[in-house]
């Protein structure tokens, strides 16, 4: 009976320190179930990037969309790009002539230390979309055209704008992106006819003295009016409404 006794003894202790051996099982090495879901955007496919130690993947995705993947447990910088694809480098650049594609942008550090993690991407809007009108002098048009330049080219994954030279003519309508810009960036609006710029709006001065905020999360879009026979300019968005007197620079 004390053999039996002692040998219950010995298997409890087996179990015991099984049992121990079981729950402090070194699970680092085990990767993270990640559930990304984006929310907030319009219609544009989402593009992901998910870079770690020794890891990368790029993802797709869509709106009020959930996708799961394993990643490392030491964490993983996401960037979520829509409007545009994936920059093959840490900028995305606007080529000379062209405006900014429709940004949305989101780029932050997710902590993967747990068997599981999740994360809502919230994508914010990095362009501003410029509605122009103009009045008089009467058949303003062809061969006059409007052309908008500045100092931005571009916007870094963190969403910093990056210095280069932009410029975008508008033949066939009156509509542009601009990309967000530092506030003190020079920007110009042109109004230009084959041999000659006619008359130059320093459309970043006028924006400033609105009250426009190029470092809010997400850029408003802009109304812009101009006079060609006066000396004032009028810039609207769907919440304020603004008249400013012009310096003219031909």
């Not at 870079?51 to 790029?58: K, L, M, N, R, V």
């Not at 594609?101 to 919230?122: C, G, K």
């Not at 500045?150 to 542009?176: M, Y």
Request: charged share 20%.
């Amino acid at each position: 009976m004390i053999k039996l006794a002692r040998i219950g003894q010995v298997l409890f202790l087996v179990m015991v320190f099984g049992l121990a051996s079981c729950i402090k099982e070194d699970r680092t090495a085990c990767p993270c179930v990640l559930s990304i879901e984006v929310c907030g955007m319009p219609t544009y496919p989402v593009n992901l990037s998910l870079e770690g130690a020794g890891y990368s993947e790029t993802l797709q995705a869509s709106c009020d969309t959930v996708i799961t993947v394993r990643v490392p447990k030491s964490g993983v910088n996401l960037v979520a790009i829509a409007g545009t694809s994936l920059p093959s480098g840490n900028s995305v650049s606007i080529p000379l002539g062209y405006d900014c594609p429709p940004l949305y942008l989101s780029n932050e550090w997710i902590d993967t230390q747990a068997d599981e993690a999740s994360v809502t991407v919230q994508l914010h809007k990095h362009f501003c979309a410029l509605s122009l009108s103009f009045d008089g002098p009467p058949g303003w048009g062809e061969p006059y055209w409007a052309n908008v330049r500045g100092r931005v080219d571009g916007l870094s994954l963190e969403g910093e704008p990056q210095e280069g030279d932009f410029s975008c003519r508008l033949d066939t309508g009156n509509d542009i992106r601009l990309p967000r810009q530092h506030p003190e960036e020079e920007l110009w609006l042109d109004i230009s006819m084959p041999d000659m710029v006619v008359r130059s709006f320093a459309l970043g001065n006028y924006m400033q003295d609105a009250g426009y905020d190029w470092t809010a999360h997400d850029l408003e879009d802009l109304s812009l009016k101009i006079d060609l026979s006066v000396t004032a300019i009028t810039i609207s968005t769907d919440y304020w409404s603004v008249l400013i007197p012009i310096d003219v620079e031909i």
